[in-house]
C-alpha cells in the first residue's frame, strides 16, 4: 500500500511538473507571438520607409540630370573668355639715364 501510494504520488507530482512546464510553455509561446507580430509590424513600417528612400532618390537622381543639363546649356550660351587686363606681366628692366 505505500508503494502504491508513492507511486501515485510520484504521478502526481509528475502530472503537475507538466502541467506546469505546459503552462510555462503556452505563457512563452504567447510571448514569442506578440514579439513576432511586432516584428512584423517593424517590417512593414521600414519596407514602407525603404520604399519612400527610393522614391525621393529616383525625384532627385531626374533633378540633377536636368540640372546638369540646364548647367550645360548655359555654360554653351556663354563662353568663357579671360581678360587681358588679367594675364601678368613681366617687368621690363629700367633703363638708366645717364
Not at 507530482?13 to 511586432?38: F, I, V, Y
Not at 520607409?49 to 531626374?62: I, S
Amino acid at each position: 500500500m505505500r508503494t502504491n501510494a508513492v507511486a501515485a504520488l510520484a504521478v502526481a507530482l509528475g502530472l503537475l511538473l507538466t502541467a506546469c512546464q505546459d503552462a510555462k510553455a503556452r505563457k512563452e509561446n504567447e510571448q514569442l507571438k506578440t514579439q513576432l507580430l511586432e516584428l512584423r509590424k517593424d517590417l512593414g513600417e521600414m519596407g514602407n520607409r525603404v520604399d519612400e528612400a527610393t522614391t525621393a532618390r529616383d525625384r532627385l537622381l531626374k533633378e540633377n540630370i536636368a540640372l546638369k543639363d540646364e548647367n550645360k546649356r548655359l555654360k554653351s550660351r556663354h563662353p568663357g573668355t579671360k581678360n587681358p587686363s588679367s594675364k601678368r606681366r613681366r617687368s621690363q628692366p629700367r633703363q638708366r639715364r645717364a
